[in-house]
């Protein structure tokens, strides 16, 4: 790591440690849970006990912060630095996007052209990798990421094998049996089986998924919900449906249609505490944002209110 960048990572976990507290007064002004409404006094005489009183209705508990292409709101997308800042966030899960070059090499990126998140141009699946690792995948979001590489697949789990943190990884695109079996051979090589769980919006990939690698929990990226939410994850065998957090909204029951099943509810990309609040009001149980820190902070605060 040179000096800049050494600097600017710093930088980085002070920002990060001063941005929590804030999400705990200003930005979550009047986003705390309600107090319930006053219940109205009765005039007629109260019906005699019955044995048993009912349950209180469950808690709320807070979602599980997802960091999105790690923390990419202070570092940029899908780089080591970035998913280092996401394990040091406070994040239950940092998730990374994956596609391969020409020659069959993993690498993290979320486009499908180098064009956006570096110096390059071109499609990333005709580029080889000796091309691509040359790439400075980080100028494009502040000069102190200057040179900062694209790193491989490899790499990252690297990252993790050596770090720690949980893996949410997506499949880009199309891939094939053989490509999934690959990547899920150098997951399981780290001993990473464990703390890793794969996602595709792709239903192909997904099938490959649960074929190659059962015993990695497995997500359904939808960014239109499907007519049965739940028929679609029951056929293929998903443990979580992650969809777009405005879509869900728009049919909020789906949460518990899902949840009944057995199915986890992981919504994306939501940055903001209105959007956290609605998300958490529902129960689901995760969200994906890029300010993982601030969701963190948004958490404890909900949790301190008395509502979870």
Known sequence: MTTSRAIAFASLFALTAALVP??????????APAAPAPVAVRTEPAPAPVAEA???????????VVAHRGYSGLAPENTLVAIEAARHSGADYIEIDIDFTADGVPVVIHDDTVDRTT?????????????????????WFAPAYADEPMPSLEQALDSFADQGGRLLLEYKGGWSANAVAETADMIRDRGLADSVMVQ???????????????????????????????????ELGVDAYNPNAER???????????QAAGIEVMAYTVNEAAGWQRLTELGVDAIITDHPAQLAGWNRQFAASGAA
């Open 22 to 31: 804030a999400v705990a007064t200003a930005e979550t002004a009047g986003t």
């Open 54 to 64: 009912a349950e209180p209705a469950a808690a709320l508990a807070p979602a599980q």
């Open 119 to 139: 110096d390059g141009t071109g499609a990333i699946r005709e580029m080889d990798y000796s091309e691509v690792r040359g790439l400075d995948a980080g100028s």
């Open 200 to 234: 595709s919006f792709d239903v192909e990939t997904v099938r490959n998924l649960r074929a190659e690698a059962p015993e990695l929990p497995a997500g359904l990226l939808r960014s239109r919900l499907d007519g049965d939410p739940v028929a679609i994850a029951e």
């Open 248 to 258: 869900l909204l728009e049919r909020p029951e789906v949460v518990d249609e899902l």
